[in-house]
């Protein structure tokens, strides 16, 4: 791919700020990761790697600046087009402080929905996204924030645990879960389940029905649930995300049982019918509509080790409720599985049906 001139002098605009902003080598910044400002702060730049290479070379080597610093690290990535959450108060602080706003890495991953420096819910930008100037477009926006309440108060103390257990950040109690590969896998499967998107014929994640914000994400053909799992958590929203990771943080344990039910109870004080177990959490995850839609969503958690099954035993019980559904669908053969076991028991193995 070539870039154009312009490109170019865009991306070296932004490499100069950020050296200006840091004034040290980013390699004395990466030592001290205890910190919550790494790589939180750093600058979002999506060039192909042979741009990168070649100022890497002619001109950033002389700072001690390696390749590693502009590749993500997280595998959940926005695509480039879609990048369109910010925290208004960063750019603000960016103007103060090096007179140019700049996109922050952390806002392009799918699991962020809140800014740690300022613990606030990220805004979406009303113009459309655009490549080189969005910091600006967003900075010239005006950002509405609802007004707090204990329920928002709460929502966002939660979800921004979640968060960061999620990136393993500094100083979080696991609650006994560990942040490995696999519990991430379990993770990004299901936060991503509760955000599908919904089509004309297909119900949405049930994180956006609770945030009831569905408008303008509705496919008008129908798609695979592998799609429309895939495709949703890009285009969510910072509010949907925030609901996704407080539902999957209870389906994980991450969230202490006495903290889970002031929460509901707030919730209902404003309208918002919070469910109060991950069965629930599991029963309205899915509506199976058909036997393919089950075995597809069967087939995407086979991955998942026993013991975070038995872990998480509640959770796949409510997604195996919904199979009742599919009686009239069942074979002879389907009916002496789906007899056999605890609910939960079945998904350890992928059934031969
Ligand atoms: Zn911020």
Redesign the pocket.
Same mark, same amino acid.
């Given at each position: 791919m070539t870039r154009s001139a312009s490109d170019y002098n865009a991306f070296t605009m932004a490499l100069k700020a950020m050296i200006r902003r840091r004034r040290r080598a980013p390699e004395t910044v990466l030592a001290s990761q205890g910190s919550d400002q790494w790589p939180w702060e750093s600058t979002d730049i999506d060039y192909d790697m042979h741009v990168i290479r070649e100022v890497i070379g002619k001109y950033l080597s002389s700072f001690d600046v390696k390749q590693d610093y502009f590749a993500s690290f997280f595998s959940l990535v926005v695509p480039h087009n879609m990048r369109n959450h910010y925290?208004?108060?960063? +750019?603000r602080?960016d103007i103060t402080a090096i007179e140019f706003p700049y996109w922050?890495k952390a806002w392009t991953y799918c699991m962020t929905a809140y800014?740690?420096?300022?613990?606030?819910l +990220?805004v979406t930008m009303r113009s459309g996204p655009s490549t080189y100037d969005r910091a600006w477009q967003a900075f010239k926006e005006e950002a509405f924030d609802s007004p707090s309440n204990a329920f928002r108060v709460m929502r966002d103390r939660l979800a921004i645990r979640v968060q960061r257990w999620y990136f393993g950040r500094p100083s979080f109690n696991t609650l006994g879960l560990e942040n490995t590969q696999s519990t991430r896998a379990l993770f990004d499967l299901t936060y991503s389940l509760l955000l599908k998107r919904r089509t004309r014929f297909e119900e949405g994640g049930y994180a956006c029905a609770l945030a009831r914000e569905n408008r303008g994400q509705v496919t008008p053909k129908s798609m695979p649930l592998t799609e429309r799992i895939q495709t949703g958590v890009s285009i969510s929203s910072p509010l949907q995300r925030a609901y996704a990771l407080i539902l999957t943080g209870m389906i994980l344990g991450l969230i202490l049982p006495s903290q889970i039910s002031s929460f509901v109870g707030l919730a209902k004080q404003s309208g918002v019918p919070w469910p109060s177990t991950p069965f629930v959490i599991g029963k309205m995850a899915i509506l199976y509509s058909n036997r393919e839609e089950y075995l597809e969503l069967r087939k995407l958690y086979s991955a998942t080790p026993p013991d975070l099954i038995a872990q998480c035993a509640e959770f796949f019980r409510g997604l195996e409720h919904a199979v009742y559904s599919l009686r009239d669908e069942y074979s002879s053969q389907d009916r002496l599985w789906l007899e056999s076991g605890t609910p939960h028991q079945r998904w350890l193995v992928f059934p031969d049906l």
């Open positions: 925290c208004p108060e960063c +750019l602080e922050r800014c740690y420096q300022h613990k606030r +990220l």
